[in-house]
């Protein structure tokens, strides 16, 4: 996909932000589209259908959490990459904003080379999509890797899509152990820096939505699927 194909979604209540953001992707050849809070990014991600959506945290209206949430409960938006973009480090942030949805974080202050490399590796994944498409069966669950859906004795489980890539990664093998390294590898990149307890907060998920008895947490290596 050419970068001039590549719709990114900013939305940030501060001007000089989307105009920092904004110019320095801009640049790159990407298409910007802006929001200045949640209520409006979520309209705009309905008409727009952007690839990726950069979103502050603190916003008047609606925060950047709910409106991630909101976007999650999409169909149409459930592929789209989601980071936010905040000042907030501390853990206990970033696990809600993973807990919303989002796939990772970009810190302020912003850094343009940082954020159009940052930008860059998170996009590499639309890349990685269109390769690897195969679907998979795994006892009485079907993982429909092109629309991102699975079903499971009929019935239909939506996933946000870094749970769902992670769960893919643990299906495509079953009672195969997976290190934690080679999951934030392939699920996140390893150019996307990540807080430690990422995997552990995705997995907590998966385990919430497909059952607590197929994901089996190997201590100090890793997690593997069994059915």
């Known amino acids: 996909m050419k970068k001039k194909d590549i719709k990114i979604l900013l939305v940030d209540d501060e001007q000089d932000i989307l105009e920092i953001v904004g110019y320095n992707l801009a640049q790159e050849g990407y298409k910007i589209v802006t929001a200045t809070n949640g209520k409006e990014a979520i309209a705009n991600a309905k008409k727009e259908r952007p690839h990726l959506i950069i979103m502050d945290v603190m916003m008047p209206e609606m925060d950047g959490m709910e409106a991630c949430e909101n976007i999650r409960k ?3 938006l459930n592929n789209v990459i989601i980071t936010f973009l905040t000042a907030r480090n501390e853990d206990y942030s ?9 796939d990772d974080y970009i810190a302020k202050p912003i850094k343009p080379k940082l954020l ?4 860059k590796a998170l996009l590499r994944r639309l890349k990685d999509d269109a390769v690897v498409n195969e679907n998979i069966t795994v006892g009485s669950i079907e993982i429909n890797r092109e629309e991102y859906k699975i079903i499971r004795e009929g019935e239909e489980i939506i996933l946000p899509r ?3 890539e992670l769960f893919y990664l643990l299906a ?3 009672s195969k152990v997976f290190k934690r390294e080679e999951i934030l ?3 996140w990149g390893n ?3 990540v807080g430690g307890r990422t995997i552990d907060v995705h997995i907590r998920k998966l385990r919430e939505k497909i059952g607590e008895d197929f994901f089996k947490t190997i201590k ?5 699927f069994e059915i």
């Open 74 to 76: 999409i169909p149409e």
């Open 94 to 102: 970033q696990v809600a904003g993973f807990d919303a949805g989002a």
């Open 116 to 119: 159009v490399s940052k930008v």
């Open 162 to 164: 870094k749970e769902f």
């Open 172 to 174: 495509s093998k079953p």
């Open 185 to 187: 590898d392939k699920v």
């Open 191 to 193: 150019e996307v820096i």
């Open 220 to 224: 100090g290596v890793g997690y593997k």
